[in-house]
């Protein structure tokens, strides 16, 4: 009887201790509001660029030189696509698309996606597609991703990082 016992409480605590270890389900560290709040600065954000207001726009991002967009490059030694690093080089990237010509940005709202990453770092996702005629684009509308990085600053989300990704097309079937 004693060695049942003593059996049953070792086991009893093995379970307890396992079930004690395994770590609580993870509070997600934005509440509603703030990522409702955080979707409507990204509407704010695509009107913004359509109507090319370029001075909202640079209030729009993080002040910092550590700010980036990614997007498409005209300078060859760039490459095709690049990081621009900081506000000025973010200012004038976004002035020069704008100013290349018609540039229509229409995000898929319906699969926008806003999570918060931690209290101050929130990220958004939303497949779009882009109209511009900026470094040999022809002007057709084309999908792209575009994957925004938040920084709340004081009592605002600023654009800390904005990549934007062409959608490679569908390979042909092979025959």
Avoid: C
């Amino acid at each position: 009887m004693y060695k049942t016992l003593l059996v049953t409480l070792a086991a009893s605590a093995l379970a307890t201790g396992a079930v004690a270890s395994t770590p609580a389900t993870r509070k997600e560290p934005l509440d509603a509001a703030t990522l409702s709040a955080i979707k409507s600065k990204f509407g704010r954000l695509m009107e913004l660029a359509n109507n090319h207001d370029f001075k909202a726009l640079h209030g729009m991002f993080w002040q910092s030189p550590s700010t980036l967009l990614v997007a498409k490059s005209a300078i060859q030694s760039e490459g095709n696509w690049a990081g621009f690093w900081g506000n000025e080089a973010v200012d004038q990237k976004l002035h020069d698309i704008g100013s290349s010509g018609p540039v229509v940005l229409e995000p898929d709202y319906s699969k926008l996606k806003v999570v918060g990453l931690t209290r101050d770092v929130a990220e958004s996702y939303v497949p779009m597609n882009i109209t511009v005629s900026y470094a040999g684009q022809d002007g057709t509308a084309r999908p792209f991703l575009m994957i925004i990085n938040w920084l709340r600053v004081g009592k605002d989300w600023k654009v800390a990082s904005e990549i934007i990704l062409p959608v490679p097309p569908v390979p042909a079937a092979k025959g």
